[in-house]
């Protein structure tokens, strides 16, 4: 390590008994609205939903239990571009004697957290204790996004999707030493690892997406393929009904962050209608996710005051250009769609940004939180789409 380069810090997150007890308060003075009328969910999140999931959050989720859950990982912090970078490092148990595991970089969104790759990290660090070939180990580093969870502190500087990409890959080769290095990611996730394989190829080995990254201000074209015209019809039902929570949060975010800094019941419905929305969950988010793995996520963003700043990439996106320009990115890339993704582009539109793509598969299950609902699926993904370019 270079003798200016930032050494990190072992990391351990223990949320004082008394922030605890303060939450538990906060929910037992929860002041709910009305049910309006028309279909449950139809207009944002459901009442009886809510009044159920306080209750537990209230009542029987073990925060500790969770907190254990990140704790049995290796953490870190480190002094990166102006802010204390949390992330997770885990190393892979490969072959003995054989190659090295491949580090892997992987980058959650919002609203999620760390916590989505708590089942992910395992199977991926540890082939062979879950039934897969050692060869396929990887060193895994997962940050928190800054502005986000455990890389927040009031006060520090905010990052465009770009600039995080430049922070993670200062993180993977400067301060961990990868040279080379594959990223991952879905959401924000997305955005920042196709940065990363546009903006820093030579360090890249591969990305992999579990969401298409594409500009979403198309227009339709003459004699469009029908794959191209079912895309389009989809994106224009997803702007005009699904974009509420990108214009509050990308124009008046501080506006947002004073409700659901103040209220914990406001902070959960406001990332509880993501979860049904963007899961495959045929109306029930817990019948995708549980719902203490929800709970783990949201009580993150309650207890680091994080959910203003984790707005932060919106803001910035509305107001500068698209971060992914056309025939940018020449890295291998990997895509897995989900069905109950946000959008599915074809992949005749990909290519026109990802010049390199060696696997394009779909699932016949599961939506955007992929990492939490079919953890299996995306690491098999993961690992075909990144086994022949170990060697490279």
């Keep these: 390590m270079n003798p200016s380069t930032p050494e990190p810090t072992p990391f351990r997150l223990h949320v004082p ?48 239990a969770q907190e254990a859950r990140l704790n049995a990982l290796s953490q870190y912090t480190v002094s990166l571009s102006g802010i204390d970078l949390h992330y997770l490092h885990v190393p892979g148990r490969g072959v003995p004697g054989g190659a090295p595991p491949t580090p892997l970089l992987l980058s959650h969104g919002w609203p999620g957290s760390v916590f989505e790759f708590l089942d992910l990290i395992p199977m991926l660090t540890d082939p062979a ?56 990611g879905g959401d924000w996730g997305s955005f920042v690892t196709s940065c990363i394989g546009a903006n820093h190829p030579a360090s890249t080995l591969g990305i992999h997406l579990n969401m298409m990254p594409l500009r979403r201000d198309v227009k339709p074209g003459p004699d469009l393929p029908a794959d191209e015209a079912r895309y389009l019809k989809e994106l224009d039902h997803f702007l005009k009904e699904e974009t509420g929570y990108q214009w509050i949060q990308g124009t008046r975010p501080q506006t947002l962050a004073f409700a659901l800094t103040d209220s914990p019941a406001g902070l959960a419905a406001w990332i509880f209608e993501k979860f049904r929305a963007w899961t495959d969950c045929d109306g029930d988010p817990t019948r995708s996710i549980p719902l203490d793995t929800m709970l783990a996520n949201i009580s993150l963003y309650w207890f680091t005051g994080a959910i203003g700043s984790s707005f932060w990439p919106y803001y910035a996106r509305m107001h500068a250009p698209w971060p992914i320009r056309e025939g940018s990115i020449s ?41 939490l609902e079919h953890p299996e699926v995306l690491v098999r993904e993961i690992r075909e789409f990144f086994r022949p370019l170990r060697a490279s």
């Design 17 to 64: 008994d008394a922030a605890i007890a303060d939450l538990k308060d906060r929910l037992s003075r929860t002041r709910l609205p009305d049910q309006p009328p028309g279909e449950a969910w139809a207009s944002g999140t459901d009442v009886g939903f809510m009044q159920r999931a306080i209750g537990h959050w209230r009542d029987r989720f073990d925060w500790r």
């Design 129 to 184: 204790a879950h039934g897969g070939d050692p060869a396929d180990a990887f060193d895994v580093v997962a940050p928190s996004l800054p502005g986000y969870g455990l890389s927040f502190q009031p006060g520090q500087p905010r990052f465009a999707v770009d600039q995080i990409a430049d922070t993670f890959h200062a993180l993977m080769t400067d301060v961990l030493g990868y040279q080379r290095f594959g990223a991952q």
């Design 331 to 371: 890295v291998p890339t990997g895509y897995c769609e989900f069905p109950k993704e946000i959008l599915r582009p074809p992949r005749s539109m990909a290519q026109r940004v990802y010049s390199d793509i060696r696997r394009w598969s779909v699932m016949p299950h599961g939506g955007h939180f992929a990492a």
